[in-house]
């Protein structure tokens, strides 16, 4: 399997993306904009491990989803699976 940071270089724009520290295991894709996608399910388990659920939310929209840092900062999805929605094209 291809490492993380090889998938970064070889999809965004070398020098620009911007990663959030400690959630690489977060990281789910790169948009057509070359930031990095984020599932927020997956930061929150993340965030978890060291604070309380409420604190982990919190700590989410003001410190990580709040953080605006130009151009090429990261995008923060919420994804239909862990939200219990099955694919449908009706």
Do not use: C
């Amino acid at each position: 399997m291809k490492k993380l940071q090889e998938f970064i270089d070889t999809y965004s724009e070398p020098g620009h993306t911007i990663k959030a520290d400690g959630l690489d295991s977060a990281i789910i894709g790169i948009d057509n904009g070359h930031r990095i996608v984020y599932d927020i399910h997956k930061i929150l388990k993340i965030l978890k491990n060291d604070m309380t659920e409420e604190e982990a939310i919190e700590h989410f929209y003001y410190n990580i989803a709040g953080a605006y840092v130009g151009e090429y900062t990261p995008v923060f999805i919420w994804t239909y699976k862990e939200l219990g929605y099955e694919p449908s094209i009706n």
